[in-house]
């Protein structure tokens, strides 16, 4: 089920960036601890009252030369696209502005909700200054300070209200949803097309072409899928020729939704840095996943073309090792037959649960091989190992002390269970608890 989108916008100076860095509790750039792991730092989510969303800094949106009232309508347009609700943000010190009413009556030709936050109203002697914002008419007004977070509460507590309902498909509980991702033009409508076996989706050589995710619910072998097809994540307008940011939130909110990831890329252009970042959060999303490298038919090639490109890969995206890389052609239909089989064994690896005894058989053998670490004269000591959770599976260690699991003998841990279990295609993740917790 995709997390609903909160969408920040206003003119410049009021405030956005601050507001939202403290929505989603983070005041500096995101930091990822897995090597070659690149984000966008326009958007993160958040939490408030027990519902989780995703939450957009429009003002992170570059326009280029676009004169400034262009590029604020721009992102408003951005916002109403994008947001299942509105965070609309003015500044109190400044009083009502010609650009809030320009902005304001396009949110209210969007049919979206929205609710007003007058910013920068830092003490109670400034609250008089919010109910001139009344007269946008377009939501409730609070007076709020992103910077130091007062009124907040009040403000999400509203934004929370106006979010839809949770709802999720009505799929069979067997039926693997499969989540096309990738940069505009990269060939995954073709790829929907190829696996379908007719012409669901519009192709075209023009990026974008394709503006919403569609589902389609197929069968083959007697199993059942869903393609969920994000292709054609950049829409209409020139921000949208100007940044490819917004493919990542498309591809978030799809994966979400998915059990298995197939990132697509573009054979013929090669490894680019937004396939980079898609690939990350694909990575954090904890899904199943899939390296498809389309348009292998149009690759020049000798006999260690294959194997080059495999290795730019597997350097260029060294958190995705558990991934298969499929090389085919949705146009040729080149290696086509084995995506489906690569999409059942991904799946099954993803939900697989392991015996308790047979895991901790696994792990003493890794331990006997290959004694656990030492720090400061205190050694490792792995008590026992279960498995609490499934797609993706999650194994819990019971030890000494936490502290002493170290990266490289974590990864150690993790390489010896995936020869044991098969574990391709999958995320595995290990955590240490001490054995009283």
Known sequence: MSKPVI??????????????????????????????????????????????????DTGGIELG????????????????????????????RDGLTGADEEVASILRRSKKPVVVGVNKIDSYELQDRVYEFYSLGVGEV?????????????????????????????YEEDTIRIAVIGRPNVGKSSLVNAVLGEERVIVSDIPGTTRDAVDTVFERDDQEYVLIDTAGMRKRGKVYEATEKYSVL???RAMERSDVV?????????????????????HEAG??????????????????????????????????SY????????????????????VKEAADNHNLRVPTNVLNDVIM?????????????????????????????????????????????????ENKLREAFHFEGTPLKIYARKKND
């Open 250 to 252: 498309r591809a978030l």
């Open 65 to 92: 030369d676009e004169p400034l009232l262009t590029q604020i309508r721009e992102q408003a347009q951005i916002a109403m696209d994008e947001a299942d609700v509105i965070l609309f943000l003015v500044n109190g």
């Open 262 to 282: 197939l990132m697509v890329i573009n054979g013929e252009e090669g490894i680019r840095e937004q396939d980079k970042k898609i690939a990350g959060y694909a």
């Open 365 to 413: 053998d890794a331990v006997a091989m290959n004694p656990t670490p030492t720090e400061n004269n205190k050694r490792l000591r792995i008590n026992y190992a279960t498995q609490v959770a499934v797609a993706p599976p999650v194994i819990v260690l019971f030890v000494n002390d936490p502290e002493l699991l170290h990266f490289s003998y974590r990864r150690y841990l």
């Open 323 to 342: 991934a298969p890389i499929l090389f085919l052609s949705a146009k040729t239909k080149q290696r086509l037959q084995h995506l489906l089989p690569a």
């Open 287 to 320: 899904r199943a996943l899939i390296i498809v490298v389309n348009k292998w038919d149009a690759v020049e090639k000798d006999e260690k073309t294959m194997l080059r490109f495999t290795e730019d890969i597997r350097d260029e995206f060294q958190f995705l």
């Open 7 to 56: 969408a920040i916008v206003g003119r410049p100076n009021v405030g956005k960036s601050t507001t939202f860095n403290r929505i989603v509790g983070e005041r500096q750039a995101i930091v990822e601890d897995t090597p070659g792991v690149t984000r966008d730092r326009i958007y993160n989510q958040a939490e408030w009252l027990n519902r989780e969303f995703h939450v957009i």
């Open 142 to 170: 609070f007076g709020i300070s992103g910077e130091h977070g007062l009124g907040l509460g009040d403000l999400l507590d509203e934004v929370v209200r106006a979010l839809p309902a949770d709802t999720d498909e009505e």
